[in-house]
């Protein structure tokens, strides 16, 4: 069985169940700049980019604004997702201890994403942490980034977790496997596993099982 040595996360629903709490904080923020109401889907509509793209594509003239009333609301409203989900702090300090190399890569901009990684204390377990950009996706960027940077790493050696089909095929164009992580309650399970994965787990614990065998 093949070692891995480097675990990449996302965050969104995959280290937390932060997806209502951002499309909240977008609704709070957006809604009153532009004068009308905002759909679920009209927001996850937009991702891809990072927050600050969001904000471009749905408010455009109020772009200053919007990104400063949405960080305030996304940390205001944080106790709707106050810690990870079970079982992920744990699979953090068991990848620690062995001495796994833990990134994370993440279509978050960089002021969500340490808002949210200081509330769950988990900053401190990833040695990189890429995050996204307001011009469009930049995950397989990040991750070759990433992956460029550790000497004598195969692509096997490497997995990449992630929630979305964006995710799946991020990897892939990345050149890493990738594992679906099916456990938070927007996973999209059918749209996954049409796009193939190396594995899919609908929870933590039966992904932290698998994963302690092959560290």
């Known amino acids: 069985m093949k070692k891995i040595k480097v675990v990449i996360f996302d965050l969104d629903g995959t280290i937390a169940n932060t997806l209502p709490l951002c499309i909240r904080a977008f609704?709070?923020?957006?809604?009153?700049?532009?004068?009308?109401?905002?759909?679920?889907?009209?927001?996850?509509?937009?991702?891809?980019?990072?927050?600050?793209?969001?904000?471009?594509?749905?408010a455009p003239n109020h772009y200053e604004e919007g990104i400063k009333d949405y960080l305030r609301f996304y940390e205001d409203?944080?106790?709707?997702?106050?810690s990870p989900f079970d079982g992920i702090e744990n699979i953090l300090e068991v990848l620690r201890n062995k001495s796994v190399h833990?990134?994370?890569?993440?279509?978050?901009?960089?002021?969500?994403t340490k808002i949210s990684l200081d509330r769950f204390g988990l900053a401190h377990f990833f040695e990189v942490v890429e995050t996204g950009s307001p011009k469009g996706p930049r995950k397989v960027e990040a991750i070759q980034r990433i992956l460029s940077s550790l000497k004598n790493i195969k692509s096997?050696?490497?997995?990449?977790?992630?929630?979305?089909?964006?995710?799946?095929?991020?990897?892939?164009?990345?050149?890493v496997p990738v594992i679906a992580a099916a456990w938070a309650e927007t996973?999209?399970?059918?749209?996954?596993?049409?796009?193939?994965?190396?594995?899919?787990f609908d929870s933590v614990n039966k992904?932290?099982?698998?994963?302690?065998d092959r560290v």
């Open 27 to 58: 609704r709070e923020s957006i809604e009153p700049l532009i004068h009308r109401p905002l759909s679920d889907s009209e927001i996850i509509a937009t991702f891809g980019p990072s927050e600050e793209g969001t904000i471009m594509a749905l």
């Open 77 to 82: 409203l944080h106790d709707m997702c106050p």
């Open 102 to 112: 833990t990134s994370m890569v993440t279509g978050k901009g960089k002021h969500s």
């Open 156 to 175: 096997y050696e490497v997995i990449y977790v992630g929630d979305s089909p964006s995710d799946i095929i991020s990897s892939r164009n990345a050149g």
């Open 187 to 200: 996973a999209e399970k059918e749209n996954l596993l049409k796009l193939n994965p190396n594995r899919m």
């Open 207 to 212: 992904f932290a099982e698998w994963l302690f």
